[in-house]
T-cell receptor, first 112, second 114 residues
Framework: DQQVKQNSPSLSVQEGRISILNCDYT??????FLWYKKYPAEGPTFLIS?????DKNEDGRFTVFLNKSAKHLSLHIVPSQPGDSAVYFC???????????FGKGTKLTVNP | DSGVTQTPKHLITATGQRVTLRCSPR?????VYWYQQSLDQGLQFLIQ???????AKGNILERFSAQQFPDLHSELNLSSLELGDSALYFC?????????????FGPGTRLTVT
C-alpha cells in the first residue's frame, strides 16, 4: 500500500517555463512534507519542506503548495533551468516521526 | 557534498553471502537512517539510530541488522543475500531526533547480488 504517490513518472518542460510536480498521499496522519532532488549517481538532496499548518512555502524559485483536504501537494519551479533536470521525490512523515515515507519519484527534464 | 560518506560505492557478491555497508554521518548529526531503493521503487526506510540506540524500524528484513558506534558511524549488515536484495542502499543523517528534520543523504552503495 503506497501512502505517497507520484503518479507522473516523468515530466518534460522548456527552459524558462514553470515545472509543476505533483504528489498525493493517503495517510491523514502525515503532517510534514519534504521534496528531494536526486541526480544520477548521487544521493537525494533536500530541496524544500512544508508543515501541515501551512499551505504554501517558498524558497527562491521553488514553491511547495499543500492542499490538506485533497491530500495533495505540488512543487512549482519557476523559471525552470536545465540544471533542474533530475528525479524529484516527495516524502512525508507523521507526528514528528523522523521516518520518511517516499514516493517513487518524477523525472524532470528541462529542455534548453 | 552532503557531508555524509558511504563505503563502498559498489559491491558485487553472490547469493548466500554477507556484506557490511558503512556510513559516516555529517559532523554533529546524531541520527543515522538507512534506506533501500530497489529498481523502480522509491526509497524504503529500513532503520534509524540515534546516538547509538535504535530509534525506529521500518521494513527491514530479519536477515538485515544495523548498529551505530560511539563515534556515530553506522554499519548495515546484510546476510544470506538473495537476488532481490540487489539495490541502492542510502544512509542519511540529521541533527536530532524527536522532530522531523531534513535528512542529508550520502551517495549510496550499489549492491549487486549474483
Amino acid at each position: 500500500d503506497q501512502q505517497v504517490k507520484q503518479n507522473s513518472p516523468s515530466l518534460s518542460v522548456q527552459e524558462g517555463r514553470i515545472s509543476i510536480l505533483n504528489c498525493d498521499y493517503t495517510n491523514s496522519m502525515f503532517d510534514y512534507f519534504l521534496w528531494y532532488k536526486k541526480y544520477p549517481a548521487e544521493g537525494p538532496t533536500f530541496l524544500i519542506s512544508i508543515s501541515s499548518i501551512k499551505d504554501k512555502n517558498e524558497d527562491g524559485r521553488f514553491t511547495v503548495f499543500l492542499n490538506k483536504s485533497a491530500k495533495h501537494l505540488s512543487l512549482h519551479i519557476v523559471p525552470s533551468q536545465p540544471g533542474d533536470s533530475a528525479v524529484y521525490f516527495c516524502a512525508a512523515s507523521a507526528d514528528g516521526s523522523e521516518k520518511l515515507v517516499f514516493g517513487k519519484g518524477t523525472k524532470l527534464t528541462v529542455n534548453p | 557534498d552532503s557531508g555524509v560518506t558511504q563505503t563502498p560505492k559498489h559491491l558485487i557478491t553472490a547469493t548466500g553471502q554477507r556484506v557490511t555497508l558503512r556510513c559516516s554521518p555529517r559532523s554533529g548529526d546524531l541520527s543515522v537512517y538507512w534506506y533501500q531503493q530497489s529498481l523502480d521503487q522509491g526509497l524504503q526506510f529500513l532503520i534509524q539510530y540515534y546516538n547509538g540506540e535504535e530509534r525506529a524500524k521500518g521494513n527491514i528484513l530479519e536477515r538485515f541488522s544495523a548498529q551505530q558506534f560511539p563515534d556515530l558511524h553506522s554499519e548495515l549488515n546484510l546476510s544470506s543475500l538473495e537476488l532481490g536484495d540487489s539495490a541502492l542502499y542510502f544512509c542519511a543523517s540529521s541533527v536530532s531526533a524527536g522532530v522531523t528534520y531534513e535528512q542529508y543523504f550520502g551517495p549510496g552503495t550499489r549492491l549487486t547480488v549474483t
